[in-house]
Every structure is written in C-alpha cells, then in structure tokens.
C-alpha cells in the first residue's frame, strides 16, 4: 500500500486555535494547549465575556488534578497558596445510606492483597466467619481523614498499605486567575468581547470566523468551544443536540452559598444526603464553599435555599447562588473544526467533582488526536466513542450513591432505589453480589477501590466470598489483618493535622509523587 500520509507541520497543519468562554475550562485549555503544543508555535486566542460571567462553582476536584498541575508547569504548593486552597484526600458521605450512617470514599487502596488475591476477599472471608472487621480500618487514607491528619504520600510506598494520593479544594475564581497569568505568559492571546455572530463554511458547516460585538472579527482554524451550559458553537451554530439524562440522575438544581470557617478544616469534601437531594461542603482556608443540589420534582427553590441557609456552619458571606442544570452530554464532543470541552460538552452533578478532570481527559485527548486542517472524521469518531464512555462511566457511578440508598418514605430516595438501572451498572452490581467481584470497563474515571468503598459504604455485601481466600485459615487472617491495623494506626500518628500540612506545603513538598493514576 502506497504511504500517503503527510504528516503534521505540513501545509495543512492547524496553525490557529480559538477558544470560545474563559471559565474554568476555557483557561484550562489555554494553558494547556499553550504548553504541550508550545513547540507547534499555534496562534491560541481565548475569547469571553466580562458581561456573562462564568458558573465559578468548581471547587473540588480529584487526584487527577496534579497531573494536569504538572502537565502546565505549576505545582500543587502554587495553586493552594495562590487559591486558598486546602488538601482533599477523599469524600466523607453522611447519611446516604440511611440517616446517621457515615462513610468514606478515599483516595487511596485498602488493605494487602495475598497469592494474587485481592484484599477485599479475605476481608468478605473474615466478616462471613463472623469477625467485625470495618473496611475503613484497613485504609490509610481513610484513617488519616478520619483523624483529620495528613502525610505526603511516600515515593516508594513498602506495601499497598501506603498507597494513597489527594486533591485539592480551591477557590475557582482564584484558579482560573492562575491559569490565566500562565497562558498569557505562554503566548495566549485574551479579547474580552461578546460573541454575536458565528460565520460558518457553507460547504461544510466548519466554523470560520466569530464576529464580536464591537465589530471585531475572530478567525481560526481549530475552535474550542468552553462557552458553558450554552454550547454557542457546538449546540448553536454546529446543531449537536443534548442527551437528557435527568431519567437517570433527576437532580437539576443548585444553590450555593460561602460562609466563614468555623474550625480548623479537616482535608475531606463532606457530602450529606437531603430529603430532596444533598449537600456539599468544601473548606478553604478562607471560606466554606457549600452547597445544595437537588431535584426540582421535590422542592421549591425557595424551600431549597432555606435547607441550605439552616445547614450551614459559619455566617453566610455573599448571596446565595441559584443554579438550573440538566445532566447529560452532547451528542458529540467534536463535530467538524469544533470540540467541546467543559459544561458546552455535558455535565454531571458534583457528587464526585467530576467536571474538572472530566475537562482535563478532553483536553489529554484532543492533543492525542489533534487533527490537521483535514479534520479527519475518524478522530472526531474516536474522540466521541471515549468521551461518551467516560461520561457513561460516571454517571453509573453516581447513580450508584443513589440506589444503594435504605432512605424509606422520601421520594426521591424511593425513586433512585426502585428504578431500573442502565444495564453495565445492573451487571457489576449483580457481580459483586454474587461474588465479591469488581467488574472494571474501558474508560472508568474510579477504579476498584472506589466501588469497594461504595459497595462497603452502603453495606452491600456478596452473598459469598471467592473461593480463593480459602488459602488463609481464618485465625491466620485474623492476625494478619491485626498487624496491618496496627501498621496504619502508627502511620497515622506520624501526620500532621490536614490545615497545618496544607500551609506549610510550599516550604516543604513540591512535586509529591503521584501514587493512585488513572
Ligand atoms: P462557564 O464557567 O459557564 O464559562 C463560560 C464562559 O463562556 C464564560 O467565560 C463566558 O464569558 C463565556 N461566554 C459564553 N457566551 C459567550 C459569548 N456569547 N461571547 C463570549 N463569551 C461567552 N466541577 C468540579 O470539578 N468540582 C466541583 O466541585 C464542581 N461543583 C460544581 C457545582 C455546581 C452547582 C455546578 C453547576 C458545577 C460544578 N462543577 C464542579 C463544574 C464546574 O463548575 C465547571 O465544570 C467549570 O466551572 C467549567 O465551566 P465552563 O468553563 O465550562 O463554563
């Protein structure tokens, strides 16, 4: 076959990109995009609107995030100095399953696997012969945030035992400045100008040109499209619709509100289930972000926003914020010289502060698909395939906070228990019944541990524990599973309170390894 490819920097080669809305995502994709294609010498204009603002609600993230900190040059002791910004070793969920029960999702393994058998065997082994043995005993992570304590994870951890990893809280408006100063230090260009009009090829739909409306006329190659729940290219001008997934996740309303801090914070986002939905709580150093996300079938706004002001630690700062959403993703990310990124391409609610690593996937995949000024169709079709996975992915997840639930008598609590699960989630929750097997698929945001900590959390247990810990006697177990308490215990011991770490970490840690990737 003869070879025909052209290859990039060629005649064809993108050579300008655009990038429409400068929210979070937007300046996420400037300084990304200026950064690992720094050597392809584009011309990158960002585009916004000081007269539209931005939803500037997203504040937690996951462990991801340090990756993509890496990726633009900046390092986690930077971005929380610079943000208010605190330490995030997981979520501490109350009152999910029922209320008064708690539990966490950490951000870390549990346990030592044995003979090649995971942890979690021996432990179902060991509740099935009658011993209380907590999941959350047998996980660092869990137990430093659970002590309010925080240690960097160890370059060479000796053991699954100390593997763990941690996100940041941050003040979003403050994030965004960040990125903004170190985009434009890349060379990133910023009009601040309302989009009015979009000018497109009439041969084949390709954005051309956006015309401002001051008259200025913005032309280039490659369009990002970061305009936010609107979609002004991909929605409006390239007519992608949006999936509606309220059928699934019917949670289409936000309210959020600061507050002072009251105490010390500890190093967790806290989620705490509601009659019509759930509440977050995020701790900076100089606010509490909360918030109250909910399900407009089951409370008035104004209802909402009175739950919300009486569960609130400290006194309000600023008014509260109301936000309307509705879950899902577009049809297609990339459609022609267009790809959404951020809330233009889909959003899903917050329960697991999704959308910031949801936006860094895309921005991950796009340079590893980057097209030329052919825009191959093939990478669009591919860029589409995993997008939508992902976004699937997730949203399995989340419904699974949701129908694990023993909330009786509240209906949106009944709702999310009694209905019919899309069928990937049906399958891994039956396999885990069965057996106490992790099912894992393509493009999974949260690996095993997650789900462990979900099944544990909400105690759902198999009705039976694989075969394969019977390698162990129980008396072995038992002592085995003793010492590795004992081993975190005195690890924990060695932390310092999450506030303290998180202010001393510029003088002390940069580039902390990264143990828990995706
Ligand atoms: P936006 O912030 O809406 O920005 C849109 C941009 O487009 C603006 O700059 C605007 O000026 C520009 N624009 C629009 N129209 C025009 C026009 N005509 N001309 C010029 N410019 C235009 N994510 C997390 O990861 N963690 C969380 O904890 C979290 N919590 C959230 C809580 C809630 C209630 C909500 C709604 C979202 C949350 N998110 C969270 C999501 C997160 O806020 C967003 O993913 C993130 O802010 C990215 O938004 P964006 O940049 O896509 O859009």
Redesign the pocket.
């Known amino acids: 076959m003869a070879n025909t490819a052209a290859g990039q920097g060629g005649g064809d080669a993108i050579r300008s990109i655009a990038i ?7 300046w996420m994709a400037a300084s990304y995009l200026a950064r690992t294609l720094a050597h392809a010498n584009l011309d990158i204009t960002l ?4 007269e ?10 996951v462990p991801a995030i340090r990756d993509f900190l890496k990726a633009v040059g900046l390092t986690e002791a930077e971005v929380l100095d610079a943000t208010e910004g605190t330490i995030k070793l997981g979520i501490h969920f109350a009152d999910w399953a029922e209320p008064g029960h708690r539990f966490y999702h950490p951000f870390g393994l549990y346990g030592v696997p044995a003979r090649g058998v995971p942890f979690h065997h021996y432990w179902l082994k060991l509740r099935a012969a009658g011993h209380e043995v907590p999941l959350a005993d047998y996980c660092l992570c869990t137990q430093l945030a659970e002590h309010d304590r925080f240690l960097a994870p160890p370059e060479r951890p000796g053991s699954d035992l100390g593997v763990f990893d941690f996100a940041l809280h941050f003040d ?1 408006s403050k994030f965004a400045t960040v990125l903004r100063d170190l985009s434009l230090s890349g060379g990133v260009t910023h009009l601040d ?3 009015e009009a979009v000018e497109q090829d009439p041969q084949n739909g390709r954005v051309r040109a956006v015309k401002l409306a001051d008259g200025r006329r913005v032309a280039a190659d490659l369009w990002i499209d ?5 979609g ?1 290219l991909i929605g409006e001008a390239m007519g992608v619709p949006f999936i509606d997934w309220r059928k699934w996740l019917p949670c289409d309303r ?1 309210i ?1 509100l600061g507050c002072e801090p009251v105490d010390a914070y500890r190093p967790v986002t806290t989620s705490t289930a509601r009659a019509a939905g759930w509440q ?1 709580h ?1 701790p900076l150093r100089h606010r509490i972000g909360n ?1 109250y ?1 909910y399900c407009s079938d089951h409370i008035e706004d104004d209802a909402a926003e009175a739950v919300l002001r009486a569960n609130i630690e400290g006194a309000a700062l600023g008014e509260a914020r109301r ?1 309307r ?1 509705t879950p899902g993703h577009r049809d297609r990310f990339w459609k022609g010289n267009v790809v959404a990124i ?3 391409g889909g ?1 899903l609610e ?1 329960l697991e ?5 949801l ?1 860094q996937s895309g921005l991950e995949r796009l340079v590893r698909l980057f097209p030329d000024r052919g825009f191959d169709p093939a990478l669009a079709t591919l860029f589409d395939r995993q997008s939508r996975l992902e976004f699937e992915r997730i949203r399995d997840f989340l419904l699974l906070h949701y129908c694990l639930n023993r909330r009786l008598g509240e209906p949106l609590w009944d709702r999310m228990r009694t209905m019919e699960l899309p069928e990937a989630l049906q399958a891994k929750i039956d396999a885990w019944r069965a057996q106490g097997e992790l099912v894992r698929y393509e493009w999974e945001t949260f690996q095993d541990p997650s789900w462990l900590s979900m099944y544990a959390g909400f105690d759902l247990y198999p009705r039976r524990y694989s075969i394969r810990a019977d390698q162990f006697d129980v008396a072995e177990l038992r002592s085995t599973f003793e010492r590795m308490r004992a081993a975190i215990g005195d690890t924990v011991r060695l932390g310092v309170p999450g506030h303290a770490f998180a202010t001393q970490l510029p003088q002390r840690q940069t580039g902390m390894p990264r143990q828990f990737a995706r």
């Open positions: 429409v809305g400068g929210g979070t995502a937007g585009i916004d609107s000081s539209i603002g931005t939803v500037g609600v997203g504040e937690a993230t979003a100008g309302r989009i970061c305009s936010g729940f609107r002004l936000a959020a977050w995020i918030g996300v936000i959403f951020g809330l233009a959003f917050p502060s999704t959308s910031i690593t936006i």
